[in-house]
């Protein structure tokens, strides 16, 4: 064996063997027995050896070694040194800052995470550093915390320059003999967590907004009012707060599993492109309608399930508008950057597409059919909102125990909790209303109008009560009224007699508005005609197709006894004109 001052010895010359066990031999100047041992069994291993700790560790980093020998009073330091050294590796691994810094805010030691933030940030935390020396100084010096019981103190602080956020935590290091020697303090980056407790609030905001009751406004409104109503919160929470800025949002017609565009921004969408709720060859869209599984593309190009959108994506996020579980329709968001979308992103919308759904049935509700006409209106409200509302709950309170810790998040999801409890109360409060098709209490005692006196009017509607209703309101003003069930009854009646005015429900058994309306113009081009419907959205486009082609009026459900008296005498005023 060849002997060497310091540092690491050549290996022994020994015969080649391919599987020999590499060893490290820390001889630390003890040349015997250590080389009698050597000698011995050299020939068994391919063997490096080294006379110094630093040494041995820098090997150890650098090569993968089976066993390590070395003299019993050189073990303990190595040891030392080799747990000193994977403890710095950790710190210098981890993903957050580390720092030990004295009385002044002077570092003394930190890693590799805090030495790589810029300039600003470290003196933001250096300087934290020194008021938290300060503060479990005053402390023990104040008499109100012993050296024992000092606690960590917790900081938030903004980088102004890059708009990110940060938490650090000072922990007091004490000397042997009790005294505030140095603050170690650890610092991470909060900037996601943050975003997305921002995108909650928004979430929490925009959800109160799209589910209001607002009664008072809804029912002076007529179906297009009602729609731009819907669309306008949708899209100014969508884009000022969700940063949604291309989307667009289908509906999903239950009679031919079309999804059919409602609304879309800053999105080409062809009124023409056919697509259906299928998990195959109908897109994205289908796909998230058919499974209510959310969808995130990365790659435009390369998905077989993408459709072209818009011009230059780089990707798409596509949620469920969910009811109960129930998919309604399909949102879908689209951005010219790569890799937009996030799981963030994903709960976010998924949550934004509950409360839309919502939204669109509370609009529905509140004036469908049986709204209000029947002593069941309340309790189908409350019944069928009730349980997407809960959905919101579970997932909010699930999103709560993944941000354990994060007591300002949590604090938003509680509130989004609140609010939710809050929708119910106010809809449970909906069983107060008025009864009745009307707004008011229907016409007593009203004279009898000239303008309408002897008028034929064909009224049609599915529901006994609101038929009734109507015919008998009109009937006090002079008028003679037909009715009709349904829409095959409403065809045949409109073949035998001549009307003055044809007023219909939208949604019926055999027929619909649109159909009501076109048999009426075959049978006379200049007949008035006045469509009623509860819905807040027009999935068919019977409004869109029968305005086309010179309908009257379209009013809601539920109305005032004096707009529909002004309704039918603007329509009838019209219908002579013509003549």
């Not at 565009?261 to 869209?285: K, Q």
């Amino acid at each position: 064996m060849a002997e060497e001052n310091s540092g690491v010895s050549p290996q022994y010359n020994q015969p080649e063997q391919a599987s020999k066990a590499k060893v490290l031999v820390l001889r630390g100047g003890h040349k015997t027995p250590m080389d009698n041992m050597l000698e011995s069994v050299c020939h068994c291993f391919e063997v490096t050896c080294t006379d110094n700790v630093e040494e041995a560790l820098y090997l150890l980093k650098q090569h993968k070694f089976d066993a390590v020998f070395t003299e019993t009073a050189d073990f303990l330091p190595l040891e030392r040194a080799s747990v000193t050294d994977q403890a710095l590796a950790i710190l210098n691994t981890i993903g957050e800052g580390v720092c030990i810094v004295d009385r002044y805010g002077t570092v003394l030691w930190a890693n590799f995470r805090m030495e790589g933030f810029s300039e600003p940030i470290r003196q933001g935390i250096t300087e934290r550093g020194r008021r938290a020396f300060e503060f479990f100084e005053s402390q023990i010096s104040q008499g109100n915390l012993s050296k024992s019981k000092l606690r960590p103190r917790k900081y938030s602080f903004t980088d102004e320059q890059s708009n990110r956020y940060f938490e650090m935590i000072a922990n007091p290091m004490l000397t042997e003999g009790g005294d505030l020697a140095q603050v170690a303090l650890v610092v991470w980056d909060e900037t996601t967590s943050r975003r997305f407790q921002q995108r909650i609030n928004a979430i929490d905001k925009a959800g109160r907004e799209l589910v209001r009751l607002e009664a008072e406004t809804i029912t002076v409104m007529n179906v297009e009012q009602r729609i731009n109503l819907l669309q306008n919160k949708i899209i100014r929470y969508a884009k000022e707060l969700l940063k949604f800025d291309h989307f667009v949002i289908r509906l999903l017609n239950r009679n031919n599993n079309q999804l059919e565009c409602l609304f879309g921004v800053g999105l080409p969408y062809d009124d023409h492109l056919e697509i259906f709720a299928s998990a195959e060859n109908n897109g994205v869209t289908g796909y998230v309608a058919a499974t209510g599984r959310s969808y995130i593309c990365n790659d435009p190009a390369g998905d077989p399930r993408y459709l072209a959108g818009l011009d230059g994506a780089c990707c798409s996020l596509t949620v469920p508008l969910l009811l109960h579980d129930k998919v309604i329709g399909t949102l879908n968001v689209e951005s010219h950057k790569k890799q937009a979308f996030t799981e963030d992103d994903r709960q976010v919308a998924e949550i934004f597409g509950r409360y839309i759904a919502i939204a669109m049935n509370i609009l529905d509700l509140l004036v469908v059919e049986r709204y209000q006409t029947t002593g069941q209106t309340a309790d189908n409200l409350n019944r069928q909102v009730a349980y997407p509302l809960n959905d919101i709950m579970t997932e909010v309170s699930l999103l709560m125990e993944d941000y354990i810790g994060h007591d300002d998040l949590r604090h938003r999801l509680q509130g989004i909790i609140d609010r939710v409890v809050n929708i119910k109360t106010q809809l449970k409060d909906v069983k107060s209303q008025p009864k009745g098709i009307f707004g008011a209490s229907t016409a007593e005692n009203v004279a009898v109008d000239p303008q309408l006196l002897t008028k034929q009017i064909l009224v049609v509607d599915d529901e006994e009560f609101i038929r009734q209703t109507i015919a008998d309101v009109v009937q006090k003003y002079g008028c003679i009224v037909d009715i009709a069930r349904d829409g095959r009854e409403a065809k045949a009646l409109l073949a035998q007699r001549q009307y003055d005015l044809v007023i219909s429900d939208i949604k019926m058994p055999y027929a619909d508005g649109y159909e009501i309306f076109a048999t009426a113009r075959e049978a006379d081009r200049n007949i008035p005609v006045i469509l009623m419907t509860g819905f807040g959205y027009d999935p068919n486009h019977t409004i869109v197709r029968a305005n086309r082609e010179g309908l009257n009026a379209v009013i809601y459900k539920p109305f005032k006894v004096e707009q529909l008296i002004n309704e039918i005498r603007n329509a009838l005023g019209r219908g002579q004109q013509k003549k």
